[in-house]
């Protein structure tokens, strides 16, 4: 007859390596658009480059936000 611990735990991975993955993606956007936006800000060349860059950086930020809240909808709606 066999014996089972009861106390015994076992872990389980729920959440897909694709929506990792896009999760990794969606920060990474966060910090770059942040980098960039941030950067282009300091740049003393021309203060149109300066508006440019960090128009760009935000609008990076807002698109990595908007794909992040997504993907944590998509880990909430297929595996939780």
Do not use: C, P
């Not at 390596?17 to 658009?33: E, N, T």
């Not at 300091?42 to 480059?49: F, R």
């Not at 936000?65 to 297929?78: A, G, N, R």
């Amino acid at each position: 007859m066999r014996r089972y611990r009861r106390n015994s735990v076992t872990t389980i991975e729920l959440t897909s390596k694709r929506l990792k993955a896009k999760q990794v993606y969606s920060i990474l956007f966060v910090i770059l658009g942040a980098a960039l936006a941030y950067f282009s800000f300091d740049v003393d060349d021309s203060e149109k480059s300066n508006v440019l860059g960090v128009i760009g950086g935000v609008l990076i930020v807002v698109f990595g936000l908007i794909m992040y809240l997504v993907v944590k909808v998509q880990i909430w709606w297929h595996h939780k």
